[in-house]
């Protein structure tokens, strides 16, 4: 395990999105949805939550679990469980931190280097991960624990600089400076297609701490806080593979030809430019909760996300010249972040007791809040400073949720699981700034909107011997449109990005069958399932 993410890899239906170690775009795929469907899972830290749920490529906050502290992970699929958000309807992370039981100390250096060859690149990669924890617990109840990391990492090519032959079949006539290093293939669609240099090479250096304090009011009371924060900082480069045929000087720039076609360098500066991001998070967490082993027990569950800084550096200018700076754009989503409020209630009937406490009940009332800001600011350098507003866009969602939840043990082999959920969505303060269109459509605000939905559960679970569960469960999941689907409508220089303010919740109707075979250390299941989807929601290119 080099990071957090890593301990889903060998989960089954699972997918991660993790194309280098210290990716922070690690997002989660499951058997019904894919990586770049973030809105369709949820991870949770000691039940705080850490998805982002903020744009495409907006990972969970893997960084805000430390290595050393983690003690297990568990994984659902699908819309089953009434505890969960309609962004269950895919796949539902749980990760558990180990709580000290006396005093403890534990540390770890990892080191990963990989060979890459692919078009031109034939190089090495490499990063080190450094982790320690320290914890301990005192008699009176009082406990901690403290938890840093760090790590150095460089990635592998994301992409490639490229163009494609004209619709009329054809790249230029031969002009311009003649080079060695264009390589030719054909893209997905089986296009003709030339390459020239390698980017999206990222250089990533991140540190966290991660800082836990609990006592134990009593010996059925207890209270905890939590405060994590994160930094990264990022640097994307490129590398050129063209060569002057005659002089072996690199060429970054201008015409060029193999001395069968030529290609307008110039056209694809955005592929040759550098970018730099800087980024600060912050978490914070309050959990309260009872414990008693039977009977009623509560809890509590509060936490807030910042995004103290975001700073996304960038230029369309090729790297020799962005490197002593240039025009640029500034992306800054500082103020971004989310919160959560949980209250919760439970009742665990006595072992055995298949008369009137024959119900294991859940009560709970949920709230979370996304908030958007991305503001994108022109620089006359790209490096370090920031001038007139370009493009902005923001918005505010809620969900509020009640939720009921029964398993009913029939009888002692026969346990029948129903719940119901009841959400109420919101989307606030919704706007658009983009200062390339003329001066009366420059600014745009989407009326407010309230939506909400009920999301009935049923499962039936069958101990058929000691060895062998037999299960059926049938649910729907309601997953609302989040902030970065209503209001995010970009543009670059490349592409330009319409956003759907009216966008209807996905509607997920699920069922599945599910036999397990249990040994001594091991356990096989399998697993017949169904998920359909009434108004996904899907990015189109056109």
Known sequence: MFNPEDTLRYLPSTTVRKRYFGDRNANVGGRSHGVLEPGRSLVYLDGYLISQL??????????????????????LYGPYSAIYPGNSIGTTVVITERKPKGFEASASLKYNHHSFKEYNTNDSFKGTMASARLASRADNGLWWGLGLQKQ???????????TLRTTAGQFGAVSGTQVNGILRDKDTNGVDRAIFAANGIDHTKQDSINARLGYEISPTQEIEGRLSWW????TVRVVNNLTNAATGAPVWSGTVNDGVNSFNLNSLSSSFAPSKRDESNRQLGL??????????????VMTQYSVLSDVNRQTALIQPTADNGGVGTVTRRDGTGWNTFEVQSTYTPRAGDFGNGNHSLVFGLHRNAYKLRNTVRDATDW???ETTLNQQYQGNTEVVALYAQDAWKLRPDLTLTT???HERYKQTNGSQFDKSVPLASQNVSYADRSLSATSPKLSLAWAARDDLLLRASVGKGVRFPNVDEMFNGTKTSTSILINNPNLRPEQSQAMELTAEKFWDSANLRATFFRDDVKDAILRQSD
């Open 419 to 421: 719940g119901l959920r």
């Open 287 to 300: 959990t309260w909760k009872t414990k008693h082993a039977t009977g009623w027990n509560a809890s509590v």
């Open 152 to 162: 150095d990492v460089t990635g592998h090519p994301m992409g490639y600089a490229n």
């Open 231 to 234: 930094r990264n900082d990022s």
């Open 383 to 385: 490096r370090s400073n």
């Open 54 to 75: 903020l744009g495409r490529f907006d990972a969970p906050r893997w960084v805000m679990v430390n290595n050393e502290a983690i003690d297990r992970v568990d994984i």
